[in-house]
């Protein structure tokens, strides 16, 4: 016996005039938004840990260049280069966004080193 014909033998049992298509019309429907709960879910937590690993690298590269820039300064002070500092560091990061481009640029070929 199949769930309709089951559902609407227990309805006619009690007398019920509700109807057992509108009963399993609800059960498919209630089982597709489990599913579609689970799936977001899923998407949520797998997007989330890929922003907070992202804006990690951001956090990690804008470190890497303010650490950079500091050196810089130093050294390209009296050179033909010293355009390139032209600029103060937050107005550079915000006019060439560097936090995108070289998070892009670096990722899978290689990171900068790190010298202490």
Same mark, same amino acid.
């Not at 016996?1 to 049992?13: D, F, K, N, T």
């Not at 007398?15 to 509700?18: G, L």
């Not at 070289?102 to 900068?112: D, I, K, M, N, V």
């Given at each position: 016996?199949?769930?309709?014909?089951?559902?609407?033998?227990?309805?006619?049992?009690m007398?019920?005039?509700?109807s057992?298509?509108?009963?399993?019309?609800?059960?498919? %429907? #209630?089982?597709?938004m489990i +599913?579609?709960? &689970?799936?977001?879910?899923?998407?949520?937590?797998?997007?989330?840990?890929?922003? /907070?690993?992202?804006?990690?690298?951001?956090k990690?590269?804008n470190r890497?260049? %303010? #650490?950079?820039?500091?050196? +810089?300064?130093? &050294?390209?002070?009296?050179?033909?280069?010293?355009?390139?500092?032209?600029?103060? /560091?937050?107005?550079?990061?915000k006019?060439?966004?560097?936090?995108?481009?070289?998070?892009?640029?670096?990722?899978?070929?290689?990171? &900068?080193?790190?010298?202490?």
């Open positions: 016996m199949e769930w309709r014909e089951m559902q609407s033998a227990y309805y006619r049992l007398n019920s005039r509700k057992s298509k509108c009963w399993l019309i609800a059960v498919i %429907r #209630k089982v597709w +599913a579609w709960d &689970l799936w977001e879910h899923h998407n949520s937590i797998l997007h989330e840990q890929e922003n /907070l690993q992202t804006d990690a690298l951001h990690e590269t890497r260049v %303010r #650490k950079l820039y500091a050196k +810089a300064v130093n &050294l390209v002070a009296n050179t033909t280069d010293n355009y390139l500092l032209s600029l103060p /560091l937050g107005d550079l990061l006019k060439y966004d560097l936090q995108e481009s070289l998070g892009s640029e670096c990722r899978g070929r290689h990171t &900068l080193s790190h010298k202490k």
